[in-house]
Antibody, heavy 120, light 107 residues
């Protein structure tokens, strides 16, 4: 069974930093690209970042470029998102998601999400 | 960036109704489109990929069609568990982008 479990969310002040993790199990982690998607309260889905299976490339939304860093440790089956210089508008539930086996750049498994609140 | 426009933003329907949701891309994306269902407080669930391929385990009442810039998600006979918000996502190029969502409400 594929499982994705995010952790690390919480309350942080504007300008602060926070690191998220996503523990993966039930599939060959290094085979698949992984993505972070966020959802602000009451809003739609926003793609944040995607990393290749062996970290060969990483892509970021303009809204987070230069502030967020996505990485992975295939030996630990874990995905990371380091968020620096956080802004109020970064407040959201952050989901990690696995690339689909059947179609690239689509996502067949998602974690339950972790809430990040940026507020003073 | 490719903009994805969904319509309608919400629809009221009854159990058994046929529901159609459309998604338009600001430029051609071939068949690189996915549809997701999201229920309140839950993660999105993949329904359709490559515009018309049904994800494993998804009921056959869901179907997708289209290519280029115009796409459609059809629920042929709405069931109680289908009341949710539906999102399209272009899978053609980065940055990946989602439509604004369509909320399917109980009439």
């Amino acid at each position: 069974e594929v499982l994705l479990s995010e952790s690390g969310g919480g309350l942080v002040q504007p300008g602060g930093s926070l690191g998220l993790s996503c523990a993966a199990s039930g599939f060959s982690f290094s085979t698949y690209a992984m993505t972070w998607v966020r959802q602000a309260p009451g809003k739609g889905l926003e793609w944040v970042s995607t990393i290749g299976g062996r970290s060969e490339d990483t892509h970021y939304a303009d809204s987070v470029k230069g502030r967020f860093t996505m990485s992975r440790d295939n030996s630990k089956n874990t995905l990371y998102l380091q968020m620096n210089n956080l802004r109020v508008e970064d407040t959201a539930v952050y989901y990690c998601a696995k690339y689909s086996a059947g179609g690239s750049k689509t996502h067949d498994y998602w974690g339950q999400g972790t809430l990040v609140t940026v507020s003073s | 960036d490719i903009q994805m426009t969904q319509s309608p933003s919400s629809v009221s329907a009854s159990v058994g109704d046929r529901v159609t949701i459309t998604c338009r891309a600001s430029q051609g994306i071939s068949s690189s489109l996915a549809w997701y269902q999201q229920k309140p407080g839950k993660a999105p669930k993949l329904l359709i990929y490559s515009a018309s391929s049904l994800q494993s385990g998804v009921p056959s009442r869901f179907s997708g069609s289209g290519s280029g810039t115009g796409f459609t998600l059809i629920i042929s006979s709405l069931q109680p568990e289908d009341f949710a918000t539906y999102y399209c996502q272009q899978a053609n190029s980065f940055p990946l982008t989602f439509g604004g969502g369509t909320e399917v409400e109980i009439k």
